[in-house]
């Protein structure tokens, strides 16, 4: 007898036709317990390139390799019981070419588990995406600010100003023409979001581009407050466990230095206690 995998209660298909409906809810997550709180009350966990930068102390995401994207794509997969995991192609793994991005897609998915990826790039990454969509992988578009190609953007800067808005409209259509499900918005003009998902069928998701996309994401570290020194305009702080966390830890440290830590209901006892006679 085979065994089966479970079905997931979000695919790729059931996004697409949340279109103009319920925002989609997205965040990112990287280990397991994480993507299961996400799991509770999200439609997408996101395994972002960004894990480079969050959790390896990386500058850019430009060193982020297959490698990391699958082991961390797996301790996701691995909490995501209702959500949909989508995993990043890290930066060179399908820029090459379509052949290329499929060889890589395919390994992602078939090594982590997640039922569909998310590269950066409009209109010229629209050959590759319809390649890899008619090849069965499902793929989530990234637009506006990429950041894989910051240094050739000139930086962390709103994408779709000073006659800009032309070409991020014919970026979003070119990808949903190729095949994609979606598609991230990602530090674009309010205005200019809101008219990109008007025209487009298939959902925005927006990061920094305002509250007409049809969801919304965000790094979970940056709007959980785990970073006090960094703070992007676009990210609503609903916790700060950065501030938690120090005084946490400032605790125990000085209760380790003073010998209050660890306390007696914290041992063992080198005899074990006798037990009363039955009553």
Not at 136 to 142: D, F, I, N, T
Not at 230 to 243: A, D, N, T
Request: hydrophobic share 45%; glycine share 10%.
């Amino acid at each position: 007898m085979s065994a089966s995998s479970p079905v997931r209660s979000v695919l790729p298909a059931d996004i697409l036709a949340r279109k103009g409906g319920t925002p989609i809810v997205c965040l990112t997550a990287y280990t397991t317990p994480v993507a299961r709180i996400v799991d509770a009350h999200c439609d997408i966990a996101l395994v972002g390139d960004s894990v480079g930068m969050v959790l390896h102390g990386m500058p850019s995401t430009l060193g982020v390799t297959m490698e990391m994207m699958i082991l961390h794509g797996r301790a996701v997969v691995r909490g995501c019981q209702k959500s949909m995991p989508v995993i990043d192609m890290p930066f060179g793994s399908y820029e090459e070419g379509p052949a290329q991005a499929y060889r890589n897609a395919a390994r992602l998915m078939a090594e982590s588990g997640a039922p569909a990826v998310k590269l950066e790039g409009g209109a010229h990454m629209a050959e590759t995406i319809a390649f890899l969509t008619k090849r069965g992988v499902p793929v989530m578009a990234h637009i506006g600010l990429t950041p894989q190609s910051v240094n050739t953007l000139g930086g962390y800067k709103v994408v779709g100003r000073d006659g800009e808005a032309d070409s991020v409209m014919a970026d979003a259509e070119a990808v949903q023409a190729a095949g994609a499900f979606s598609v991230v918005l990602e530090k674009v003009p309010e205005g200019l979001a809101s008219r990109i998902t008007q025209r487009l069928s298939i959902p925005t998701i927006g990061i920094g581009a305002g509250l007409r996309c049809d969801g919304q994401i965000l790094v979970v570290d940056d709007m959980l407050g785990l970073f006090t020194e960094f703070r992007p305009k676009f990210v609503k702080r609903y916790g700060e466990l950065g501030r938690a966390a120090d005084e946490a830890i400032a605790a125990y440290a000085a209760e380790v230095r003073s010998r209050a830590f660890p306390a007696p209901e914290h041992a063992f006892a080198d005899v074990l206690p006798t037990k009363g006679p039955k009553s």
